[in-house]
């Protein structure tokens, strides 16, 4: 079984967005099948063009994501994030959120991921917001930062602790690397595409004045996020050993 959460804010009362929506909704869609048509992630949309993103919602509904039992559960975030100087701590920011009460903390985040192992083999989180890099962390002496990823988990943003996720053409840049790599552009030569293969081709479709994503993980396998079509058909791929039987062998 895999779940996936997908939340975008675009309608802030304050230094409102315009493309998370449509992120969500187009992360949404791919997720919810594989290239073949096929059923993949179980995918709950929360959109603030169709209801207030309250912290309440934000806190019960990633809460809900990492209880029970799933093979992998997924949350995507689109929207804004912060990072309190004061405390060093990071949150996603609600649509009712305001200094002191901003939304939700990206540590308690990812208290919440870390409890659900073993019960959910692989929970991976993706955030498209500002200063989304912090998550993962928790503060060391002298502010230093300390990553504290449990078993199974594994987190990938758009940009460092320090920088900000630009928006283009009604969408994150983030978000649309991510995209295009989902639709198979980071897919294996057997069309399975993992979290790490979709960190790679936002890493190299970045140049390196740009925003740069973060990728960390505690996993022992990579966890499948979505299947296209292989590049190479599989009964061909079945058949090298016939057409190569040694390492040293010549194919005619």
């Excluded at 791919?30 to 919602?57: E, Q, Y």
């Excluded at 283009?168 to 978000?175: V, Y």
Aim: net charge negative; charged share 15%.
């Amino acid at each position: 079984m895999k779940k996936a959460l997908v939340i975008g804010i675009d309608d802030y009362p304050t230094n409102p967005l315009a493309g998370c929506v449509n992120d969500a909704k187009a992360i949404g869609s791919i997720l919810a099948r594989n290239g073949d048509g096929s059923p993949n992630f179980s995918v709950l949309l929360l959109t603030s063009d169709k209801l207030p993103i309250t912290s309440a919602l934000l806190e019960s509904s990633i809460s809900d994501l990492f209880k029970g039992d799933a093979d992998t559960a997924l949350l995507f975030f689109a929207g804004h994030g912060i990072i309190n100087p004061t405390t060093n701590a990071g949150f996603l920011v609600s649509q009712n959120g305001a200094k002191g009460a901003w939304g939700i903390s990206l540590a308690d985040i990812l208290a919440m991921a870390n409890a659900a192992s073993p019960r959910i083999k692989s929970s991976v989180i993706i955030l498209d917001s500002c200063h989304s890099g912090h998550a993962g962390e928790i503060p060391g002496l002298g502010n230093q930062a300390i990553a504290a990823i449990g078993d199974g988990v594994t987190i990938l943003t758009a940009c460092h602790r320090e920088q900000t996720a630009a928006e283009e053409n009604g969408q994150g840049l983030f978000t649309g690397i991510l995209l295009d790599g989902l639709n198979g552009s980071s897919a294996d030569i057997c069309g399975r595409i993992t979290p790490a293969s979709v960190y790679s081709h936002v890493d190299q479709t970045l140049g390196p004045w740009e925003q740069r994503p973060i990728y960390k993980a505690n996993v022992q396998t990579f966890v499948t996020l979505r299947e296209v079509s292989p590049r190479v058909p599989r009964e061909v791929l079945r058949r090298l050993p016939h057409y190569f039987p040694d390492a040293a062998y010549t194919f005619a």
